[in-house]
Antibody, heavy 120, light 110 residues
Framework: EVQLVESGGGLVKPGGSLRLSCAAS????????MNWVRQAPGEGLEWVSS????????YYADSMKGRFTISRDNAKNSLYLQMNSLRAEDTAVYYC?????????????WGQGTLVTVSS | QSVLTQPPSTSGTPGQRVTISCSGS????????VNWYQQLPGTAPKLVIY???QRPSGVPDRFSGSKSGTSASLAISGLQSEDEADYHC???????????FGGGTKLTVL
């Protein structure tokens, strides 16, 4: 069974940093692309970032470029999101999602999400 | 606002067929496939349609998807109370070089 478990969320002040982690199990992690998608309270879904199975290709939404860094450790079956210079508008539930294959990023499985709150 | 356009809400009675539309442009729906996600209250989204019209295993055949030009639709037939949820469409956008979503449609089963 595919499982994605996020951790690392919490309350952080504007301008602060946070590192999210996603522990994957139930599939061959190194064979799949991975993504982060977020959802602000009461709002729709917003794509954050995607990473190829081999880390060869990385994509970011424009509003996250230069502030967020996605990475993965295939040996540890883990996905990460380093978030710097956080703003109030970054407050959201952050979901770790699996891509449908190594080369395609369509989100097929989702974790339960971790809440990030940016507030003074 | 969202790059893809969905109606904010729709409703139907048990047994009815409802459709949810998703409108985009040539850079997203017009040139890439569309996926649909169901989000039950307080839970994470779940993939119900991928590649415009394909159903993942375990998704009832009451759910179907279609695409024409720069628009896509999700249809749910034989509506059940358990279908009450938010539905989101998504597609890759070649101009933005990233994924775009619709704003979500809240389906109420009356």
């Amino acid at each position: 069974e595919v499982q994605l478990v996020e951790s690392g969320g919490g309350l952080v002040k504007p301008g602060g940093s946070l590192r999210l982690s996603c522990a994957a199990s139930g599939f061959t992690f190194s064979s799949y692309s991975m993504n982060w998608v977020r959802q602000a309270p009461g709002e729709g879904l917003e794509w954050v970032s995607s990473i190829h199975s081999s880390s060869s290709y990385i994509y970011y939404a424009d509003s996250m470029k230069g502030r967020f860094t996605i990475s993965r450790d295939n040996a540890k079956n883990s996905l990460y999101l380093q978030m710097n210079s956080l703003r109030a508008e970054d407050t959201a539930v952050y979901y770790c999602t699996r891509g449908i294959s190594g080369d395609y990023y369509d989100f097929d499985y989702w974790g339960q999400g971790t809440l990030v709150t940016v507030s003074s | 606002q969202s790059v893809l356009t969905q109606p904010p809400s729709t409703s139907g009675t048990p047994g009815q067929r409802v459709t949810i539309s998703c409108s985009g442009s040539s850079s997203n729906i017009g040139s890439n496939t569309v996926n649909w996600y169901q989000q039950l209250p307080g839970t994470a989204p779940k993939l119900v349609i991928y590649s415009n019209s394909q159903r993942p295993s375990g998704v009832p055949d009451r759910f179907s998807g279609s695409k024409s030009g720069t628009s896509a639709s999700l249809a749910i037939s034989g509506l059940q109370s358990e279908d009450e949820a938010d539905y989101h469409c998504a597609a890759w956008d070649d101009s933005l070089n990233g994924w775009v979503f619709g704003g979500g449609t809240k389906l109420t089963v009356l």
